[in-house]
């Protein structure tokens, strides 16, 4: 916006001008004049008496200044405080955004001739036999997701310490931007976990994953980190803060948009790395057969330096010759399966594609209206908004994957932590999921892929997301790899398990905005957090017929028995023939043209719902 800063471009007042006039008046002087010797000097005289001309100087100013401090008997100041106080406001720079552009585009001392990657001389490289844990190991590893960032001590007025549930965990409360983490055995229904059945091999792996922690995005329908920041900004020279609030008369946006932070870096390469420690020997399928496995992504920079930093963890460095990355383009108008809103004109239609909005509101007014009270006492001359208090804990998720730590997570109760987490089952639920009438349409195009993969059979009919250029093209995307990895968005993730008819997850819908079910079968931050992945696990087993198909989330067995003939199987395998016959029904049984180009409507809430992700047909 002309005229004034702007937190989400980066225009902002400079917090180090401060800085910069204070060191003028406290440093040397540049200007070059000569320092010598005092030219003048002063008796005894002089001195004392430029001490009393100072102490009559300071008593005049204090008479002016406060007259009746000096009428006699009057000792009491309680009736004037509150009148006569300095009130002092927020700085300038209070939300302004705050950003350090490393590395510098000229560096002066950069020389890459003399520090060369590779000078020889690499000593012994002989290689070893490669990982294979997840048949081999007694246990199956447990990620816990976080350990480099830090939770506060406290949490709303309670101490973490002596809170009552021990077992409370901060970064599993932030729905789709909570750390990825093993959900636990039993976690979806089944009392199995991702280590081979006994009689049975791995034979493939197909990997789905979404892109590690990253700053916001650069719209948001409610909320938004970028929005509060720009409010206080503002208002700087209107409010004062203290209390829990304190930190706030000193603080600068830090965030940037939509790339990943250190910590998403972190997540991918680790991910990677565990990959290759549980499936590394599928790898001996593509030395057997003279060929290197392709793995796919698209190009916002998020999604390509995610699947580069999972490569760097999978293959180790350097990446050439070890497999090939087919970067898909995210825009408007281009087929892809991995961003399928591009081409789906209805999922940009707010009242079809963003359902969860009017959802997210209402709850929010109900969850959060003892935070708002508890709050605003803290903040003077600013009015804070139920939205306002909303964002703040976006702040906390936010701030904690980009910078290690937020003071903002300590300003909400666990309860209120619950009611966050939440609010964002809602927005997904209705925005994404199965109760999005757009959900299934937008998998549709990956699961086409996913059954071509499968069956070893080329895509007869590009009627939806699928891109015909890569996808009839056997070196882009080739139908004949032990090992597949696609990396894509949260949206995408939770549109696939709907199109997929995971129909364990919906069991609890629809999703009410009046209160939190319990023991509700959907939770973002279990499907969908920032890193989320899918094994899709091929086998076989001498204990059963035909290669089997199993489906882990999170490290999560989820079972099968939404798709028609999957059997109630403990370890959540279903006969590929089956899952392939019924996962062709459900693709005859989505229109692409009707439901993402169909003039179809939706009344607004919750007077019309859905928990198979599909629009009302006509």
């Known amino acids: 916006m002309a005229g004034k800063s702007d937190v989400e471009t980066g225009e902002a007042y400079a917090r180090d001008s401060y800085d910069g006039q204070e060191r003028q008046s406290l440093l040397p002087s540049t200007s070059g004049a000569p320092v010598g010797s005092p030219t003048k000097k002063f008796g005894v005289l002089h ?3 430029a001490f009393l001309a100072g102490v009559i100087a300071c008593a005049v100013a204090h008479l002016f200044a406060c007259p009746g401090c000096f009428v006699h008997g009057r000792t009491n100041y309680s009736n004037s405080t509150t009148d006569n106080r300095v009130k002092v406001f927020a700085p300038p720079y209070v939300g302004s955004t705050q950003v350090h552009n490393y590395p510098p585009s000229s560096p002066t001392n950069a020389n890459p001739t003399l520090f060369p990657s590779d000078v020889g001389y ?5 290689t070893g036999a490669e990982p294979n844990v997840i048949e081999t190991a007694p246990a199956y590893p447990i990620h816990t997701g976080a350990a480099q960032l830090v939770v506060p ?12 549930s021990g077992d409370f965990n901060l970064f599993q409360k932030w729905g789709n931007l909570s750390p990825w983490y093993s959900v636990g055995r039993g976690a979806f229904g089944l009392d199995s976990d991702p280590t081979v059945p006994e009689t049975c091999r791995v034979t493939g792996l197909h990997f789905l994953h979404r892109h590690g922690a990253r ?3 650069q719209w948001a329908s409610y909320g938004g980190p970028a929005s509060l920041a720009a409010r206080l900004n503002e208002a700087a020279a209107e409010w004062n803060a203290s209390g829990s609030l304190d930190f706030l008369n000193d603080w600068t946006y830090k965030l940037g948009e939509e790339l990943l932070t250190p910590f998403g870096r972190q997540q991918m390469y680790d991910l990677g790395i565990s990959m290759r420690l549980k499936y590394g020997f599928l790898l001996e399928n593509f030395t057997e057969t003279n060929t290197i496995p392709v793995f796919r992504t698209e190009s916002q920079d998020r999604m390509l330096h995610s699947a580069l930093n999972f490569a760097m963890g999978f293959f180790g460095y350097p990446l050439d010759g070890k497999y090939q990355q087919s970067i898909t383009i995210e825009s408007d108008g281009v087929n892809n399966t991995l961003s399928p809103y591009t081409t789906c004109s209805n999922a940009n239609v707010r009242e079809k594609g963003d359902r969860g909005v009017w959802y997210v509101k ?13 709050l605003q006492p803290y903040i003077k001359g600013y009015a804070l908004s139920i939205e306002d208090v909303y964002v703040m804990q976006q702040m906390c998720a936010y701030e904690t994957v980009a910078i290690g730590y937020s003071k903002f997570c300590e300003l909400f109760t666990e309860d209120e932590w619950e009611g966050f987490n939440y609010a964002l089952d809602l927005s997904f639920w209705y925005g994404s999921g199965f109760g999005c009438p757009l959900a299934r349409v937008q998998g549709y195009g990956w699961v086409k892929e996913f059954l071509a993969r499968l069956t070893n059979t080329p895509i007869t009919e590009h009627n939806s997301s699928t891109n015909s250029t890569l996808d009839d093209d056997p070196i882009t995307f080739p139908l004949n790899q032990s090992l597949y990895v696609d990396a894509t968005h949260e949206v ?3 549109n696939i398990i709907t199109a997929l008819n995971l129909t364990n997850f919906a069991m609890s819908g629809p999703l009410p905005y009046t209160h939190i079910p319990t023991n509700r079968s959907f939770e973002v931050s279990k499907l969908a957090p920032f890193g989320t992945n899918i094994q899709f696990q091929l086998l076989e087993c001498t204990s059963v017929p035909g290669p089997q198909l199993r489906i882990i989330i999170n490290d999560g067995v989820t079972p099968l028995t939404g798709i028609k003939g999957c059997p109630e ?3 959540g395998m279903c006969p590929v023939d089956t899952f392939v016959k019924a996962q062709k029904e459900l693709l005859l049984e989505t229109d692409w043209e009707y439901d993402c180009f169909g003039n179809w409507t939706v009344p607004e809430g919750d007077a019309w719902n859905t928990t198979i992700g599909s629009p009302p047909k006509p």
């Open 492 to 494: 995408v993730v939770l």
């Open 122 to 126: 690499p000593g012994g490289t002989p």
């Open 569 to 571: 199987q403990r370890d």
């Open 362 to 374: 209402r709850w929010a007014e109900i969850y959060l209206v003892e935070a708002l009270a508890r």
């Open 47 to 49: 001195l004392g008496l």
């Open 153 to 164: 001590n406290t949490l709303g007025d309670t101490d973490k310490e002596k809170s009552a």
């Open 215 to 217: 700053y916001p995005t």
